[in-house]
């Protein structure tokens, strides 16, 4: 099972890393929104994975509150950059 | 079959989701850096949120082993795949107003002709004023 571990951690932090090089490059706000909300997911992801090795699910509040707060950050950020596009 | 070859079930299963769940996360942080505009980019980006977190979600129940957590994990995904069209809605939706998309790469663009046609109708009304009223609705 470490081994199951250690390439989770791999793949997420591949992934994460992906993610911040959008968020450094991408041409347009909403390009860097999105990278954003995927790295907010990917730390979901993790917390999860560190649920299951230390089989203790406290952490489990932290990805509820994840799931909230990307879904208001991105409907905040997609407002701003329409209601800015209109006038 | 004995508890010891349930158990051994109970890893290999928690092992196989984990290991898919976060190759939706590398497929996604992958799509973001390889797909040419925003649109093609929110089609990757989806991936984590709703399988790759079934998957977590469903390995971290396994791992717990017990149906106390059932609920909250249950409510982390049903949050999840409510808020995840909301808001990838409104992204397109602004993505679409601001013009950050590659028009030669769209097959179809129903939102096109509906623009096309408000435009007509506010010209024939009040000739000289441009809005984007169509796409408020």
Not at chain 2, 98 to 123: G, I, N, Q
Request: glycine share 6%; hydrophobic share 60%.
């Amino acid at each position: 099972m470490t081994i199951v571990y250690w390439v989770c951690g791999a793949l997420l932090a591949l992934a994460a890393g992906c993610a911040i090089v959008r968020i450094f490059r991408g041409p347009s706000l909403l390009d860097r929104m999105l990278a954003t909300d995927v790295l907010l997911v990917i730390v979901g992801s993790a917390l999860l994975v560190h649920a299951v090795i230390t089989g203790s699910l406290v952490n489990l509040v932290f990805v509820l509150v994840m799931a909230i707060a990307g879904f208001l950050g991105s409907v905040t950020v997609a407002r701003t950059v329409a209601a800015r596009e209109q006038r | 079959m004995s508890p010891a070859d349930w158990s051994t079930v109970r890893d290999v299963a928690v092992a196989v989701l984990l290991v898919l769940g976060c190759l939706m996360s590398l497929a996604a942080g992958i799509g973001l850096l390889r797909f040419p505009d925003l649109l093609s980019r929110m089609h990757a980006a989806t991936k984590p949120q709703v399988l790759g977190l079934l998957c977590l979600l469903a390995a971290a129940a396994l791992a717990a082993g017990q149906w106390a957590w059932v609920p909250v994990l249950v409510l982390i995904w049903i949050l999840q795949l409510l808020t995840a069209p909301v808001s990838a809605h409104m992204v397109g939706r602004a993505a679409y107003r601001s013009k950050h998309l590659k028009e030669h790469m769209l097959v179809v663009d129903d939102l096109a002709d509906v623009v096309r046609r408000a435009e007509e109708a506010d010209a024939e009304t009040a000739p000289g004023t441009e809005t984007t009223r169509a796409l408020d609705g």
